[in-house]
Each structure stands twice: as structure tokens, then as C-alpha cells.
């Protein structure tokens, strides 16, 4: 039986690396950062609502079916997590409250409701009474007319990315893969079109040699480094977001809050915590917080649930989204490595996709016919043409 190694582990690594062990692989994961420090953990945990009637086929593009795919399988995933460590990761199925209160969100949600329309996902038109009976919260916004329209769908989910992610070690380390954290990759080594092993650093500076038959790049927004090791030009762009966090009495919101097509969110958690965010900015790999950004954070709460900002926030904290040219993730095989394959560039997506793309990727590591094809998100895909150059 091969054995494995995931280089990356945020949650589209470590999602990976449990899939392959379940599968009888022998995996060890490699992370330049402890789990706290990981872009995934400062993930919000949002899942846009999906069609929920899983009798019919998926439907829409190709990002859009692997989504649905995806979110599919959260639930059971949730579920054998849950029974295999005794962590509840938060996955909630708590619906979600999409307000306009601009002209330009108002845009934003017509053209999302043409979206839920084409793709099936339930959505209800709400009137201003309607709006303060789901969500009292929001009565006093809605008396000053500050909310010019507002959907209701019922369908859309959130999970704790530190618990999910604590499960999901849990689970890896259950099951036998060695997770080794702190580890930054300093090259590959080749035999003739195969990687070997590759050469890790650690934090003490000390060199270690790790043999595989087969390889995983998932390492977010720092896959574009590791790529360019193996002369692979890819494009994988760091988007810093921001997030502010609150704490309100459990229960004072019951839904998730998008604004427009969902940039801005409110998400309240069960205990009381409430996130903001987020912002979506270009400042390479910068993991700091930025005076101006919370305030407009917090500015965007305060607007609708004005009793929020009269509290100091508990804690703020940013995380980089790795983005693509195209705005789609690259999954499959790597074209100059006969045993190494990609999974990177989910940018604001990673959690929702990352059950999906672990069963597609082992599924293809396995030599298993995958449910969906993944020539839409193939490293040499058309879209990227001209930007992927092979020399090895």
C-alpha cells in the first residue's frame, strides 16, 4: 500500500490526510505553522445554503456542483467525527438572514435570488414584519426602515473552525498519520518524472529527509512557494480577511446575518460569540489587523444591532484566503510529477469545500474513478493556460 504525504495542514490537508488513512494509506502531514497559526483556523465557517433535496443530481457549473457535493457530505462527516473523537465541531444548519440596506446590496441580492432561483436552494421573500418575527433582533432596524430587502434561507449552515479542525486532528492521529508541525519545506527531490521525498526544515533548524510514493500539495496561499520548488508557475494570491469578535447574551441572534452577496457577515455562535467580518484585502502575507478595517467592522454591526458596539470587542484576528486567477480552486495531478497532486486555491471557500475535495482527491491518489471530474479545476486547465510552465 503507498504511502502518503500531505504537505499542508489546514483544514483541505488534514481533510486529505483523514480520508487516506480511513482508506488504509500510511500519511504524514507536513505544516509550516501550528494549528492556532494556521490560515484555516481564522476561518468564519459560513456554508452558503445549498439544495437540500439529495435525490437529484447536482446541478449549476462546475464550482457550483462541487459545492453541493461538498456540503453533502458535512453532515457525515460531522457525524463520524463526532463518534470518532467526542468533539462537536458546531455544525449547525441555523439559517441565514441576507438584508440589503444599500442600493448596491439591494443589486447584490437580486442577483443572488436569480441564483437561488437556477440552483434550487430555498429562499423566502420577507416582509418588514415578517423580518422582526424571525429575527426580534433586528425589530428596532426595521422600524427606522434602515433594511430596504430581505430574504430568508433556511438552509444555510455554520461550523467552528477550531473545533472542526480539532476533530479533525484528532481523527488523523486516531487513525495513524504523523502530523509534523513547524516543518517548512526546503526542496523535492526527484527520480527521473517521480518525487521521492522532500527536505524539511523545522524550527530549530533541523534538516529532515520524508519518503513517500505519493504527494499532496495543500498548503493555501503558500502553495505558489512550494510550486515554484518544482518549476510550477502558479498563481495562488494571499487575500487577507479580517475578523472582530463580540460577545452578546446566547440567543439575542438566531440567524446568520449576510449582507448583499454575503462580503459582510454576522454569524452568532450558540455560546454567545458573535463574529464580524469580513474584509478582503491585498496585502500580501501579512496576518496583522488593521485599526480602519475593524472599525468599519464594527460600524457594520452597530448599524443593525446598535446594542453590539456599546461593548469593547472580545478579540480580532485575520487569516489569508488563497485566491486563483480564475477564482477556482486547482485540484488534480500534478502534469510534471507522476505522483504528486494539487489541492489549493478554495480562496473564501476552503472550509465548505474541503470535504469534497479530500474524498475526489484520495479517490484519484487511490486510482479510483472520482464522482465528479475535475478537468475544471486541472492544473492545466484552459483558464490558466500560459501561466503553468512544466520543466522538469
Known sequence: MPNCCIVGGGVIGLSIARELAGRGRSVTVVSRDTLR????????????????????????????????????????????????????????????????????????????????????????????????????????????????????????????????????????????????????????????SRIVAINTKDQKSTLRSICADQFCVAAGAWSEQLLQKLDINLPTKPWRGQILLHKIDPGMLRHIINFGSGLDYIIPRDDGHLLIGSTIEDAGFDTSTTPSSLYRLNKIAGEILPDVIANEPVSSWAGLRPGSPDGLPTVGRIPSADNAWLATGHYRSGFHLSTGTARLVSDSMCGIPTEMQLDAFSPVRAGLRGTICQTK
Open 37 to 192: 497559526k494556521s490560515a484555516s483556523w481564522a476561518a468564519a465557517g459560513i456554508f452558503p445554503a445549498q439544495p437540500r433535496d439529495t435525490l437529484t443530481d447536482y446541478n449549476g457549473t462546475p464550482i457550483e456542483r462541487l459545492t453541493q457535493y461538498s456540503d453533502r457530505l458535512h453532515e457525515q462527516w460531522t457525524k463520524s467525527l463526532l463518534e470518532e473523537t467526542g468533539i462537536d465541531n458546531g455544525f449547525r444548519r441555523c439559517g441565514s438572514l441576507a438584508i440589503a440596506t444599500t442600493e448596491e446590496t439591494v443589486s447584490q441580492i437580486q442577483a443572488d435570488e436569480k441564483k437561488w432561483e437556477r440552483l434550487r436552494v430555498k429562499h423566502e421573500s420577507l416582509s418588514p414584519t415578517d423580518l422582526s418575527d424571525i429575527e426580534p433582533a433586528l425589530h428596532g432596524t426595521v422600524i427606522t426602515r434602515q433594511i430596504r430587502r430581505a430574504f430568508y434561507l433556511p438552509d444555510e449552515t455554520q461550523v467552528r473552525p477550531p473545533r472542526h479542525l480539532a476533530a479533525l486532528r484528532s481523527a488523523c492521529l486516531t487513525r495513524g498519520v504523523e502530523i509534523l508541525d513547524g516543518h517548512h519545506v526546503q526542496n523535492f527531490e526527484f527520480d527521473s
